[in-house]
């Protein structure tokens, strides 16, 4: 009689399980593979998102540098006072009118920053809290244009426009202009104690006018 060996260890056991194994080791390999491409994949994606959005964000920089460009070009064109802030940076850039109007001391130019600056102008203005609320109520609201008189201490009195700068309908600065209405004020003075004084006169002189 033969006997046969059915132990694990023998030929006939070991080769069902060795291509078992194998076949499982390749099914691993497999499943690793095919994540690392869909790694790859997203990775190579994102990569392309990211080129795209730092090409747009270049072009914004590109443009926005462009428009204050501009802006610098025509700013000593005006009779206005003009200060233009940029977002980017924080930028500061005024004409001459802007440093006679506010008296900017020559020496002071060159550090001539947002803090330095508000301290100068709350010196001059006649109602400096106002003037404090006013600006922080301007930050709170930088997408809207904001409208307003100013009355300094040595009696003149500026008209305020600040407007919002924007390029391709993104918001990259703000441009203030001051604009000298003193002696407008005090003929608007000067008419009302006239009317009050002499009120068919004034009213018979503005007739005569249209």
């Known amino acids: 009689m033969v006997h046969t060996d059915t132990r694990a260890g023998s030929p006939a056991a070991s080769a069902p399980e060795a291509a078992g194994g194998l076949t499982d080791l390749v099914n691993r390999l497999t499943q690793e593979l095919a994540s690392m491409q869909r790694a790859l994949a997203a990775a190579q994606q994102k990569l392309g998102s990211t080129s795209r959005s730092l090409e747009s964000r270049t072009q914004e920089l590109t443009e926005a540098r462009a428009a204050l460009a501009l802006l610098l070009a025509t700013l000593d064109s005006t009779t206005d006072g ?5 977002y980017f940076g924080r930028a500061m850039h005024y004409n ?16 001539l920053n947002d803090s330095a600056l508000l301290t100068l102008q709350l010196a001059q203005v006649k109602h400096p809290q106002r003037f404090l609320a006013e600006a922080e109520a301007r ?8 409208f307003g008189t100013v009355e ?25 202009s001051f604009h000298d209405v003193t002696e407008h004020e005090r003929l608007e003075r000067l008419v009302s104690v006239l009317e009050a004084e002499l009120p068919s006169q004034v009213a018979e002189a503005k007739a005569s006018m249209f």
Request: glycine letters at 8%; a positive charge; hydrophobic letters at 40%.
């Open 82 to 86: 003009i200060l233009a802030l940029g």
């Open 152 to 176: 300094m201490t040595d009696g003149r009195v500026l008209e305020c426009h600040v407007a919002p700068q924007r390029v391709r309908g993104k918001r990259v600065g703000c441009v203030t």
């Open 96 to 111: 001459s009118r802007f440093i006679e109007m506010w008296r900017i001391p020559a020496d002071m130019l060159a550090s």
């Open 139 to 146: 930050k709170a609201r930088p997408d809207e244009e904001h």
